[in-house]
């Protein structure tokens, strides 16, 4: 069975700062990995997704996120914070080797501070 | 652009009452979910459908019902709404690669 395990349910960083978000799966097969981004009263929106191939994927608002197999994580990462970064983030991941099967993460909720 | 659309934002139902929510989609998507999303729980899915008139259960089916008669839309249903359902609602419909969310319900069962 799958899992996702999102290490620190609020994290907090200065305007400038980088931002690191943990995420750590199981999976019994390869896995496809997902981060997804909420803005406050909004569905999620994808922010980037691997599924084969290059294992340092690049998404929307300067995020990128390194698949990497050995230590079974998918941290999302961003040089450089901005004030409206301020959101929750969910990582998921599928091992039905498509999204129709996702689990989620309990989610992150990161805060930017002036 | 996809767009998944819900039936309502906001939501207040009292104890017993029937609830629908309704989720329609505009990709041709074959797959639609119905998640419940809660503070530090992250998002349970509820149930799912892979074509019309087909169902699967998810996670945390209790309490719930679902019913796809379309292609394009899928309702949710509370046969008999409890305090304990109150909580944001996410449809999201799906092709091979990705899953696309519409905007939540907020449901408040008083």
């Known amino acids: 069975a799958q899992s996702v395990t999102q290490l620190g349910s609020h994290v907090s960083v200065s305007e400038g700062a980088l931002v690191l978000l943990r995420c750590n799966y199981s999976s019994s097969v390869p896995p496809y990995l997902f981060w997804y981004v909420q803005y406050p009263n909004q569905g999620l929106q994808l922010l980037l997704k691997y599924t084969t191939g290059a294992t340092l994927v690049k998404g929307i608002n300067g995020f990128e996120a390194e698949f990497k197999k050995s230590e079974t994580s998918f941290h999302l990462t961003k040089p450089s914070a901005h004030m409206s970064d301020a959101a929750e983030y969910f990582c998921?991941?599928?091992?039905?080797?498509?999204?129709?099967?996702?689990?989620f993460g309990s989610g992150t909720q990161l805060t930017v501070l002036p | 652009d996809v767009k998944v659309t819900q039936s309502s934002r906001y939501l207040v139902k009292r104890t017993g009452e029937k609830v629908f929510l309704e989720c329609v989609q505009d990709m041709d998507h074959e797959n639609m979910f119905w998640y419940r999303q809660d503070p530090g729980l992250g998002l349970r899915l509820i149930y799912f459908s892979y074509d019309v008139k087909m169902k699967e259960k998810g996670d945390i089916p209790e309490g719930y019902s679902v019913s796809r008669e379309k292609k394009e839309r899928f309702s949710l249903i509370l046969e008999s709404a409890s305090t304990n359902q109150t909580s944001m609602y996410l449809c999201?419909?799906?092709?091979?690669?990705?899953?696309?969310f519409g905007p939540g319900t907020r449901l408040t069962v008083l």
């Open positions: 998921a991941v599928s091992d039905s080797g498509s999204a129709r099967q996702l689990t």
């Open positions: 999201a419909s799906s092709g091979y690669s990705e899953q696309f």
